[in-house]
């Protein structure tokens, strides 16, 4: 039976992007660019320190208590997470925020609903970073505590809000309606629980890969930061601004990571 902390850290990133979806209601106007690209920032940083504090050192961890060769699953996990998100990022259509060309294979999607499918797949990671720390926590692999994955799903909720609400207030226009923008940004959240119950239950059946599962996160993630967050956050003016972000969202990720960790 998992307890109430397990429950807690699935549902905190939802809890996240549910939160900043409600931003939705509160602002009348279109955010403005510079709060936009800190807050893009922020996300960044959050996810670049996540990815290594809390997945790709465990994985190293793991790796040599389980007698591995160190490196090698955090290597093929991570270039494998990497490229996963590619043909995932190649394949379904989508569109990014401040772009008007869809990406993946051709369809008749309106934009709202491809913008949706671009912060989906971005959250997928998200869901299954959680879902691997807390399924190596589980089974007390390598140090990993249920204290580290509430540590990583609160850092995840924290750059959720502000995701949830660059996602929503896009959408706001696009639909002409507050309720279903906000429904929107709540549906592309919902993804991030059930992709960390479906890790875990994987990994319970096929433990000896937790540490390739481990690096597989840190690599999609860090194909978010890299194809999606850091472009989106550099492009036009205020990129400094964007860079205070990414510093700001570091640190804090790492901070949460070994004080709770």
């Known amino acids: 039976m998992w307890g109430k902390e397990v429950v807690i850290a699935l549902l905190l990133p939802f809890l996240g992007t549910v939160l900043g979806s409600t931003m939705v209601f509160l602002l009348r106007d279109k955010m403005s660019s510079w709060v936009q690209k800190i807050l893009l920032g922020f996300a960044s940083g959050v996810m670049m320190a996540a990815s290594v504090w809390s997945l790709l050192i465990p994985s190293i961890n793991m790796s040599a208590e389980m007698n591995m060769v160190e490196w090698m699953p955090a290597v093929f996990g991570f270039l494998a997470g990497m490229f996963s998100l590619l043909i995932f990022d190649s394949l379904v ?108 239950l994987l990994i319970e059946h096929l433990q000896p890969l937790l540490p390739f599962l481990l690096a597989f996160s840190a690599g999609a993630m860090i194909y978010v930061v890299v194809e999606e967050l850091i472009p989106e956050s550099q492009a036009g003016k205020h990129s400094n601004i964007a860079t205070v972000g990414v510093a700001i969202g570091f640190a804090l990720m790492m901070l949460l990571d070994v004080a709770l960790g």
Not at 146 to 175: C, H, R, T
């Open 93 to 200: 259509p989508h569109i990014h925020l401040d772009s008007k060309e869809p990406e993946g294979v051709k369809s008749k999607l309106g934009r709202s609903t491809m913008l949706f499918f671009a912060v989906t797949l971005h959250n997928i990671p998200e869901g299954m970073a959680v879902g691997v720390v807390i399924a190596g926590a589980l089974s007390g692999s390598a140090g990993l505590t249920v204290a580290a994955a509430m540590a990583l799903s609160l850092g995840i909720a924290i750059q959720n809000f502000p995701e949830g609400a660059i996602v929503s207030m896009p959408l706001k226009e696009q639909l002409g309606s507050r309720r279903k923008a906000f429904m929107y940004g709540v549906y592309s959240g919902v993804v991030e629980p059930i992709a960390a119950v479906l890790t875990i």
